[in-house]
C-alpha cells in the first residue's frame, strides 16, 4: 500500500508540472505591445503619446511641397488626418511605431510624401497636427486595416495607440493638396 501511495504522489507531482507550464506566458508576451483603441473624433492617451483623429480618406493624387519643388503623386494612398501630442518625455518626441497591418501585411508611411506627421518633432506644450499617408496597392479598397501609432517600439513592448478602419466605409478624394505640420491648441 506504501508503494502504490508513492506512486500515486508521484504522479500527482508530474500533473502539477504539466499544469504549471500551461499557466506561464509564452517566451515572447513580453513583447506584445499595450494597446489602447481610438476611433475617428476621438481623443486618446497610450503612455507619453496623446492623439486625435479627425479624419481618414482615400486620395488617387497627392500634392505636397517638398524642398526641391511641388510633388504630383498618383496611387492608391490612406490618408490619416491627426493631431498628436506629447505628455512628458519630450525625448520620446516623434513616432517610432507607425504601422498599417491588414492581412497580416505590414505597410509604413510612404517616403514619396515630405510634408508628414511622422516626420515632424512632437511638443509637450502644443499639439502637431498633419497628416500621415500610407500607399497601399491599387486593388485595396476593401477590408479592415489596423493603424498602429506610438513614440515606444510596438515589437519591444511599446504602448501604442490603434485605430481599426474599415476600409469599405472610407471616402475616396480625386486630388489633394497637404498641408505642412501645424501647430495648434493642446489636447
Known sequence: MKRF???VAGAAMIAAAWGATLLVPASTAWRTP???AIEIGEVATSGNLTIEVHDVYFADELVDSQPTGVWTGAGNFLVLDIS???RADESLNVFVTRTAILNGDEYWPTERVYTQLSLAPL???MATRGTIVYELPPEVRSGTIQVQLGTGDAKQAG???ELEITLD????RDSVRLEKARWEPSL
Do not use: R
Not at 169 to 172: G, I, N
Open 169 to 172: 466605409d472610407v471616402d475616396v
Open 34 to 36: 499595450y494597446v489602447t
Open 5 to 7: 501511495g508513492i506512486w
Open 123 to 125: 511638443s509637450a506644450a
Open 159 to 161: 504602448q501604442v495607440t
Open 84 to 86: 498628436a501630442q506629447v
